[in-house]
């Protein structure tokens, strides 16, 4: 099984600033790397497919690269609806997996 | 409008049985593969199973292989998840999914359900 870890666990920033949010697998998962928000009470939402590629509907402001196993979300200036928890999945390899998330809180 | 609406949910006893459902509408049902996923409480995302847009191949987490059941209906744009031989360890809000593209599965999960909690315990 591909263990994903997400760094940090916890982001403090205030809105305006730029977030730099991790992901690492434990062996190569090509850029078969996915990446959602989920808001609190709320389902999972897909920000980003195949490492990089915006999902319909999703604002510019989010960005993702990498590829193997170090990946990186970023979001280049934090909006009030952006503080949630983000999670990586990986899709190269069955079981799929998920990352232990990074919640990005408002500094 | 793309919508997944899941329901079945509830309180059953360590060794007991429970239905979900996923009703599906706003797209070619047979058309995707699905999926569900759950979240215990306070934790993360955990993938349980899938199953494909012709519902011939299914795959399940190691977890749940064996207790367990993905299936669906096309003539009901239902996806179904029988759980079976119930733990404490599986109480959990339960999501459906929808792939983004047909079977690839490479290009994650756009429409999510609302979920549905499962909760074991006696």
């Known amino acids: 099984e591909i263990v994903l870890t997400q760094s940090p666990a916890t982001l403090s920033l205030s809105p305006g600033e730029r977030a730099t949010l991790s992901c690492r697998a434990s062996?190569?998962?090509?850029?078969?790397l996915a990446w959602y928000q989920q808001k609190s009470g709320q389902a999972p939402r897909l920000l980003i497919y195949?490492?990089?590629n915006r999902a319909t509907g999703i604002p510019a402001r989010f960005s993702g690269s990498g590829s193997g196993t170090d990946f990186t979300l970023t979001i280049s200036s934090l909006e009030s609806e952006d503080f949630a928890v983000y999670y990586c999945?990986?899709?190269?390899?069955?079981?799929?997996?998920f990352g232990g998330g990074t919640k990005v809180e408002i500094k | 409008e793309v919508q997944l609406l899941e329901s079945g949910g509830g309180l059953v006893q360590p060794g007991g049985s429970l239905r979900l459902s996923c009703a599906a509408s706003?797209?070619?049902?047979?058309?995707?593969?699905m999926t569900w996923v759950r979240q215990a409480p306070g934790k993360g995302l955990d993938w349980v199973a899938g199953?494909?847009?012709?519902?011939?191949?299914?795959l399940y987490a190691d977890s749940v292989k064996g207790r367990f059941t993905v299936s669906r209906d096309k003539s009901k744009n239902t996806l179904y998840l029988q759980m079976d031989s119930l733990r404490v360890e599986d109480t959990a809000i339960y999501y459906c999914?929808?792939?983004?593209?047909?079977?690839?599965?490479?290009?994650?999960?756009?429409?999510w359900g609302q979920g549905t909690a499962v909760t074991v315990s006696s």
């Open positions: 999914a929808k792939y983004t593209y047909g079977d690839d599965v490479m290009k994650g999960f756009d429409i």
């Open positions: 706003g797209f070619t049902f047979t058309s995707y593969a």
């Open positions: 199953i494909s847009g012709s519902g011939g191949t299914t």
């Open positions: 062996q190569s998962v090509s850029s078969y």
């Open positions: 195949d490492a990089s």
């Open positions: 999945q990986q899709s190269s390899n069955w079981p799929l997996t």
